[in-house]
């Protein structure tokens, strides 16, 4: 089972990096809707709310079917409204979909990130029931089937004192009830839409709920667009009496209808159950084996400062300042293993190296650098990559310095990089450093991107220090598949090198490894 759900998160992660790629050539990292899918969520949920409430003055439970009528006979509001609220709530579907894809297949839906999938799950079921709803409020021949289907299904529990089939074959009118159902749960359910998004998100730091301007509002007008040149028509209206026999379905709320009717109530259930348990379990499914767990990060209290950067920088909100245990005043840093997701950008954000996943703090991270220097010939005229291993620098073959290929030091993630490994780089010999990246829009730890150029340029706590030469060091984004764009930038970037005054390596490193702090003065550490 693990080996299959392994292959499947390959096979999917190849097909949407190869989608990324074509698309940030078309639109940018910034604004590719693929790096956005969550966030256009949510922005068709507040197109859906505007539309709906227009609708609803309208709507009249009486009779269903004229006045859904009269709306679309209205060309210059409701017939456009009525075709975007329904274009927008496919785009939810779609949306929802990719952006569960994506978290699938890198890897993003086990530990502490398991609440936001599951209550994701929860979010694409009642996106489902409520477009059920709002298709049998329209009562035409495809609301008359889903209602039909659903009291089939329904019938199978003995919980009601007749069959709920009965109401669906003619005898007498439909109740105003059955439409009143209908009504007040297309208008309350959509309120708890809203606090499973919070829930969803509870626990993000910084959580982006809204897309990019640009395209936030070219979505719409597109969809507008859309919604005025091809309205959606009025289908037949439904009829007891009369097995609709030519009926247009809405491929993505009412894809699983045509499967349901041809089996028996009770093996309907079941596949659903599946269906849904399958998505519940992935969390369990995708979750490492024992023997290859990511151990959360851990804090020394020994070099803990109390400056708060990391609890600053965390995305996950899982290290909070607690009042320290020794003979220093102030306060200490306190990582809770049950939010670590084990990114390491706290081992990034810290200046006197004192957090960090085990075996990836700074201080860690200086040991294997030096390591990769020893077994490396940098060159004043060569550029040293430092490859996130889920962008393009993760995949380019792993070079020495020796040949045309560049030297590839691997990282889990760019935010974890301390600054000190690219001044180590840079003094112990290499003509420039190149930090490849994911796009910042999808960043797997969602901030690691941003944190890190903070700190190279902007002076961020554990910054790259002043005395290193900034023409030297250079962040690029490139994803999986934009292998070829990065050997562009390779190129350009290793001209620009190559056009600076020679440097002269430094035999003997010196990097500050501890901070002196107001409660107690300690002695500087010195790694060489």
């Known amino acids: 089972m693990r080996a299959g759900v ?22 940018t990292w910034r604004y590719n809707p693929l790096y956005h899918t969550g966030a256009l969520v949510v922005a068709c949920f507040l197109v859906l709310v505007a539309t709906g409430l227009y609708l609803l003055l ?25 075709s975007l609220h329904r274009y927008v709530s496919d785009l939810a579907i779609v949306a929802i979909a990719i952006h569960a894809l994506r978290m699938f297949v890198q890897d993003r ?28 409020m329209v009562w035409d021949v495809q609301g008359q089937l889903i209602g039909a289907e659903g009291a089939r299904l329904f019938d199978f529990f003995p919980i009601f004192s007749e069959p709920i089939s009965r109401t669906f074959v003619g005898e007498r009118p439909m109740p105003s009830a059955f439409f009143f159902l209908n009504y007040f749960a297309h208008i309350a359910i ?12 509870a626990r993000l730091a910084r959580a982006s709920i809204l897309p990019p301007k640009p395209l936030l509002w070219g979505t719409v007008g597109l969809f507008t667009l859309v919604a005025l040149v091809r309205p959606v028509p009025m289908a037949p209206e439904a009829d007891l009496l009369r097995l609709p026999t030519d009926v247009a379905f809405d491929v993505f709320y009412v894809w ?5 009717r041809s089996l028996p109530a009770g093996w309907a ?6 269906f849904f348990g399958v998505l519940f379990a992935v969390p369990l499914l995708t979750r490492p084996a024992q023997e290859a767990p990511r151990p959360p990060s851990w804090v020394n209290p020994r070099f803990c400062t109390g400056c708060e950067q990391c609890y600053h920088d965390c995305p996950f909100e899982a290290i909070s300042m607690v009042p320290r245990d020794d003979e220093r005043e102030g306060y200490v840093a306190f990582v809770d293993p049950g939010k670590c997701v084990s990114c390491g950008i706290c081992a990034g954000s810290c200046a006197p190296m004192s957090v960090g996943p085990p075996e990836r703090t700074g201080r860690d991270q200086l040991g294997t650098v030096k390591a990769f220097i020893a077994a490396t010939t940098l060159s004043p005229e060569e550029v040293v ?19 045309e290929e560049p030297a590839v030091y691997g990282v889990s993630c760019v935010g974890a990089l301390h600054t000190s490994v690219i001044e180590y780089l840079v003094r112990a010999g290499a003509g420039g450093v190149m930090v490849v990246a994911c796009p910042p829009r999808d960043c797997w730890n ?12 902007n002076a961020r706590e554990a910054e790259l220090k002043e005395r290193v030469d900034r023409r030297r060091v250079r962040v690029v984004y490139a994803a999986e598949y934009e292998t070829r764009a990065l050997a562009r930038e390779i190129e350009v970037f290793r001209d620009e090198v190559r056009a600076l005054e020679g440097m002269v390596a430094e035999s003997a490193i010196e990097i500050d490894t501890v901070c002196e702090t107001p409660e107690v003065s300690v002695a500087a550490e010195v790694t060489s």
């Open 58 to 82: 309208f709507y009249r439970i009486g009779s269903p079917y004229d006045s859904v009528s009269r709306i679309t006979d209205q060309v210059f509001a409701g017939r456009w409204i009525r």
């Open 446 to 457: 969602r901030e690691g991107v941003r944190w890190l150029e903070e700190r190279v340029f």
């Open 269 to 274: 259930w079941l596949g659903l159950l599946v």
């Open 109 to 136: 839906a086990w530990g502490p990130r398991a609440l936001a999938w599951v209550s994701g799950v929860v979010l694409f079921g009642v996106f489902l029931v409520v477009g059920w709803t709002g298709y049998v």
């Open 256 to 260: 699983m209808l045509p499967i349901t």
């Open 385 to 403: 990559l430092v490859g996130c291993a889920q962008s393009a620098g993760g995949v380019l073959p792993t070079g020495d310095g020796r040949g």
């Open 190 to 201: 959509p309120v708890g839409i809203a606090l499973i998004l919070w829930i969803h998100v």
């Open 6 to 27: 392994r292959a499947a998160q390959k096979a999917g992660r190849a097909f949407l990096a190869r989608a990324d790629a074509a698309l940030n050539a078309l639109y």
